[in-house]
């Protein structure tokens, strides 16, 4: 079987260490083109992987060809995603998917138009260890055992010890404009999602939901659906933290809890709480090649008390992630993690902070 001829738009840090390395390594992929706006950059990329083209805009690559999907490893996704979807290609594209619903209704518009895959990266869902405490929940949630979950990620700001672990490449060559361009198109959707007045504390929360708390808004979807509404919503100090607490119906309840701190280490977890039984899913640092997800279990038996943990697999998620991307673009599947996941992902951040907003 062929494989799919990737061109790879952004070459920063998770590209560096996660999907260009991954993409080289699988039988299914051919990184046919780099991309970057560093000219440099996606030139050393070029180099170091084998690359026959690189180049600085999208533009280029499309009108260059022998492409059959593009990989949107940038900071801001929609313009790139629908030129690609346009172009009749099939896409992955880095969460968040966008930073407001009207950026991802656009982008919805022009993927629908084409009909062409398109997934997110939300590489947890296929993490191992992120299934076998999906299955648990899914029994607590069949026995109506579950009362709370708990959903925890306060680890980001730092660089999680990833220049101990890796050397990234990155040069000085990026035109100012491009950045300022950059920088104002994000500030200009992030008001268009929470409001053009929004004071730069529920900005930066916003960022930070988005930046990092979208993985955790994903898998408490993924696991249990969408809340019935936000009840409440708490930003403090500089919006370095944000929790909410979203209502379940009936007598579950959730607490969600994103955080920016000075750390090395990770702290993510998500626990489901029920009468009988404890489920958590703790995960490891991402970009720690290979770490396995802990499932922790405290089931209760009469007066008996049973604790267990699990570490599932070493399967790395990214590279898991990359193989249903590649059955999806081969059968014309929808992904586990598609758009329309992410348009609801951001449609519920949106939510949280406009319940800050409105008290």
Not at 195 to 210: F, M, N, Q, T
């Amino acid at each position: 079987m062929k494989p799919i001829r990737v061109g790879v738009v952004g070459l920063g840090m998770v590209a560096q260490i996660m999907h260009l390395p991954y993409l080289k390594d699988s039988e299914d992929f051919e990184i046919a083109a780099v991309c970057d706006v560093s000219r440099r950059l996606a030139e050393r990329m070029a180099a170091h992987y084998g690359v026959p083209y690189a180049c600085t805009n999208i533009d280029d690559m499309l009108e260059h060809g022998g492409v059959d999907a593009v990989f949107i490893l940038t900071f801001n996704h929609c313009e790139i995603a629908k030129k690609a979807a346009r172009a009749g290609m099939h896409i992955f594209c880095e969460k968040p998917v966008a930073f407001s619903m009207q950026e991802a209704l656009e982008i919805k518009r022009a993927v629908d138009s084409a009909g062409t895959v398109f997934m997110i990266g939300y590489m947890k869902r296929y993490d191992q260890g992120f299934l076998m405490g999906l299955k648990h929940f899914r029994d607590m949630i069949k026995t109506r055992d579950v009362r709370m979950i708990t959903v925890h990620d306060a680890c980001f700001a730092n660089d999680l010890a990833i220049r101990s672990m890796y050397r990234l490449i990155k040069y000085g060559d990026i035109p100012a404009e491009i950045i300022t361009d950059g920088l104002d198109t994000m500030e200009r959707r992030l008001r268009q999602a929470v409001g053009k007045d929004a004071p730069p504390h529920v900005i930066s929360a916003y960022r930070l939901l988005l930046e990092t708390g979208s993985h955790d808004v994903n898998v408490l979807r993924g696991a249990f659906g969408d809340p019935v509404r936000v009840l409440h919503t708490e930003i403090w100090p500089e919006g370095n933290w944000i929790s909410t607490t979203l209502d379940y119906g009936g007598d579950l309840r959730c607490n969600l809890t994103v955080a920016r701190t000075a750390r090395n280490w990770p702290d993510e977890f998500i626990t489901a709480y029920g009468l009988r039984n404890t489920v958590t899913v703790e995960f490891p640092n991402p970009f720690h090649k290979n770490a396995a997800t802990v499932v922790r279990r405290t089931i209760m038996d009469g007066d008996a008390t049973t604790d267990q943990t699990t570490k599932a697999s070493h399967e790395e998620a990214f590279e898991a992630e990359l193989r249903h991307f590649a059955d999806c673009v081969r059968r014309g599947k929808t992904p586990l993690t598609s758009l329309d996941d992410g348009i609801a992902d951001t449609k519920l951040m949106t939510a949280i902070v406009k319940a800050y907003r409105r008290k």
